[in-house]
Every structure is written in C-alpha cells, then in structure tokens.
C-alpha cells in the first residue's frame, strides 16, 4: 500500500521559516515527479512547487518563487520544502503529492496519483 506522510507543519511568526518532509512507502518515486500543494480556509486546493525525478528541474507558483525551495533525497523516498520568510497568507493545509507515472512533468493536480493527509502551516502577524 503506498503511502505518503507529511511532517514539519506549525506555528510560526511572519517572516520565520519552516521544513515540511514527505515520506513516501510502498513502492519507489526515484522516477517520479514529486509535487507540494496548498489549501487556504474556504479556498480550493493549489499548485505550490514541483520537483522532477533527479531533482534537476523544479518549478515553483509565483507567490512562492524566491521564497520557497523544494528537493528530494531518493535514497530516502523524501522530499522536502524549506519555507523562508513566511507570510501570513502562506497559512494553509500544505499537501504532498506524487504522479504514478514515470518521467513525466506533472503540471496539474489532475495528474498526481498519491496524496499526504496534510500538515498544517499557519503564519501569524
């Protein structure tokens, strides 16, 4: 059964930092994008950043970009994403995700297969 696992969510004040991890088990992602979503209270589900199987190519949404970075470790089916100066309007319930299908740039939501349960990140002012 394959499963994924966020940790590193919390409270921190504007500006500050945070490292969510997203463990992965059940099968191997070294082939895999891998991807970090985002859902703010009584909004929909967003793109926040991508990452490709060897970690040579990422991509990010604009309201993180220079902000925000993602990478991966295969060798421990994790990935990862450093959020530095955090603001109040990144509060969310942060998702990490991955497509089943290998080398393949996923772009859209749709093409992700597997999701976390979610860690929360709420940025206070």
């Known amino acids: 059964q394959v499963e994924l696992v966020e940790s590193g969510g919390g409270l921190v004040q504007a500006g500050g930092s945070l490292r969510l991890s997203c463990a992965g088990s059940?099968?191997?992602?070294?082939?895999?994008?891998m991807g970090w979503f985002r859902q703010a209270p009584e909004k929909e589900r967003v793109f926040v950043a991508h990452?490709?199987?060897?970690?040579?190519?990422?991509n990010y949404a604009d309201p993180v970009k220079g902000r925000f970075t993602i990478s991966r470790d295969n060798a421990k089916n994790t990935w990862y994403l450093q959020m530095n100066s955090l603001k109040p309007e990144d509060t969310a319930v942060y998702y990490c995700?991955?497509?089943?299908?290998?080398?393949?740039?996923?772009?859209?939501?749709?093409?992700?297969?597997?999701w976390g349960q979610g860690t929360q990140v709420t940025v206070s002012s």
């Open positions: 059940g099968r191997t992602f070294s082939r895999n994008t």
């Open positions: 990452i490709n199987w060897s970690g040579g190519m990422t």
């Open positions: 995700a991955a497509d089943s299908h290998d080398f393949r740039i996923s772009s859209s939501e749709a093409q992700y297969d597997y």
